[in-house]
């Protein structure tokens, strides 16, 4: 279709505020409202924003840091994208979920249980840390008894998307 109109930039910044708004009041309640109603938008806006934000807040992590990609595991492995950022004591892992209609009836709100046993293996260097999930606030441990692991199911609780930070 073609979708070519003229923008209404005062709209998009409006809306923009209300949902900064929103979140910033109950962040973990936006977000699921959002995601029920994908189509609409305003759950890309936010997490376009939001990951702007990490940006601004994390220059040299995102611009100059290594990039190494990270192998998933479990029964949807093959459906997750996944890389760390490193720069001196910064860290990042950017998790995302990919071919959603594989997930069946679980496409439509693709969080949580959705993916299973799915896990993100990091270097053994993370172990016994922490991160924080840029988009949602939360913050949970890295487990694993024989590899440092990021449990999918977990990461994606809210969003099947993560911009995990590494705590130190």
Known sequence: PDN???IDFD???RVLDELLRSFEGAPLDTIDNLIAHPHDGRIKMLVTALALRYRHRCP?????G???PLEAGGQRAAQI???LRERENQAAVVLTGRFFTRLGEL???PTGKAWSDT???LPPAFRGRSVRDAFT???FALTGADAVSIAVPRAFAHLPIALLEVLP
């Not at 040299?60 to 100059?64: H, I, M, V």
Request: glycine share 8%; charged share 25%; hydrophobic share 40%.
């Open 66 to 68: 290594s990039y190494a």
């Open 107 to 109: 496409a439509p709100l």
């Open 137 to 139: 606030g939360e913050s």
């Open 81 to 83: 994208v996944a890389f």
């Open 4 to 6: 070519r109109r003229i």
């Open 119 to 121: 896990t993100v293996t």
């Open 60 to 64: 040299e992590l995102l611009g100059a």
């Open 11 to 13: 709209e998009r910044r």
